[in-house]
């Protein structure tokens, strides 16, 4: 909803109040400041057709303090200026020719680029054309282009209404290049091509400020095409330097392009890496738990069949193991024949064996060859090296040297 009063639509004297010194920085005037910017945009937005052909936007100064206006706000401002793509094709030649401190001074599109304003202060209203010394290259080509064109400046500046003053005074050549040339050098902050008003004669209502608006901007239209830069009205190469930029923008962008390409790929082999040592790592795991898992069902059916399987029938102790004791007392309380007969032994006895080995030992001599018929090498052949002892000879088998009694060897051959 606006919050214009359509029952006053005209200027009144709070509209001029509002922009008093005392006023410039102080919030408590923000409502009514943006009252009277509102008039303002709908006086300023009236000229939308004559500014059509030529690629202007419409924009409006800020009615609140801000680091934009220096924090203070000394008038309100409705201006045509070139739109968004043309100024973002200047912005970076602006940046070349401009150093940080002036961009942080003028930090607002209207310091950059020439335009068509109207301009409300304390004690009047201004409408025309303002040129600040920081748009250089609106100035610059302004410049150049007079110095090779007089003829279509003379004619811009015929066509200019009576009533536009340049320093309170008629436009005339001399005085506008000397402007211009004041402006380039730092001599002045701006150049105002302007019709003004007084308060008293705005506020009174007896003008059509619709007309009045719209005839000073026809009267001024030629100059503003004169001094504006464009593609075709380009008295300063500055199309070359857009070029030269561009281009060294396009490799710059290929360049970083490239570094981001070959980032994500170096990335991405790395993500790869890092995704088969990790696949590697679990299939050893799951490799491990597999066979872990196999060794545990295998132990397992191991115990069960150890378990299921009948023991197996043990095997009595013979004589030979028995207790001594136990067969003494045993001996002790059998009858004699029943002894005789128990004990008798069976083939293959320890009795048998010693009955055998009655009689002398055969005798061998160092170097005889015989055949070893009891013990580990029971069946190998051996050599005898010498007498141990009595009844005992130190015998070669292969590589080892064993005692052995003569009753286990056999002469061999």
């Not at 939308?48 to 706000?73: C, H, M, Q």
């Not at 738990?289 to 115990?303: D, G, P």
């Amino acid at each position: 909803m606006s919050i214009l009063n359509a029952e006053n639509a005209g200027f009144s004297d709070e509209d001029f109040d509002v922009y008093r010194p005392e006023c410039w920085s102080s919030n408590r005037y923000n409502l009514p400041r943006m009252r009277t910017k509102e008039r303002v945009v709908q006086l300023t937005k009236s000229l939308a057709d004559l500014f059509e052909d030529i690629d202007f936007k419409f924009d409006a100064s800020s009615e609140i303090p801000s680091v934009w206006n220096g924090r203070t706000v000394k008038d309100q401002w409705g201006y045509w200026l070139r739109d968004e793509n043309a100024q973002r094709t200047l912005q970076p030649i602006l940046t070349q020719r401009l150093d940080l401190a002036t961009r942080i001074k003028a930090p607002a599109d209207h310091f950059k680029h020439l335009l068509f304003c109207i301009r409300l202060s304390h004690e009047s209203l201004a409408i025309g054309l303002r040129l600040s010394r920081y748009a250089t290259i609106d100035l610059e080509n302004f410049l150049s282009h007079a110095d090779t064109e007089l003829e279509g400046l003379d004619a811009a500046i015929e066509s200019i209404a009576d009533e536009v003053k340049l320093d309170g005074e008629s436009v005339d050549r001399m005085s506008l290049l000397a402007a211009a040339g004041d402006l380039k050098v730092g001599d002045r902050e701006w150049i105002d091509l302007v019709h003004i008003l007084g308060r008293e004669s705005v506020i009174d209502g007896d003008l059509d400020m619709t007309e009045i608006l719209a005839k000073t901007a026809r009267s001024l239209l030629p100059l503003l095409r004169y001094i504006l830069w464009s593609p075709e009205n380009d008295h300063i190469d500055v199309s070359e330097e857009i070029s030269s930029f561009a281009k060294q923008t396009e490799a710059r962008t290929e360049a970083a392009r490239n570094a981001a390409e070959n980032k994500q790929q170096a990335h991405a082999k790395r993500a790869e890496k890092a995704r088969d040592r990790t696949s590697a790592k679990m299939d050893a795991e799951e490799a491990w738990r597999q066979m872990q898992a196999k060794r545990r069902v295998t132990q397992a059916v191991s115990n069960t069949e150890k378990n299921t399987v009948a023991p197996k029938a043990s095997k009595p102790p013979t004589r030979r193991d028995a207790d001594p004791q136990k067969q003494q007392r045993r001996k002790s309380t059998r009858p004699a024949a029943v002894t005789s007969k128990k004990s008798a032994p069976r083939h293959g006895s320890k009795s048998t064996k010693n009955a055998k080995r009655s009689g002398p030992a055969p005798e061998f001599k160092p170097g005889q060859s015989c055949i070893l018929s009891r013990g580990l090498f029971a069946g190998k052949r051996g050599e005898i090296v010498s007498a141990d002892k009595p009844g005992y000879y130190m015998v070669k088998v292969g590589l080892l040297e064993v005692s052995v009694s003569g009753y286990d060897l056999q002469v061999d051959g």
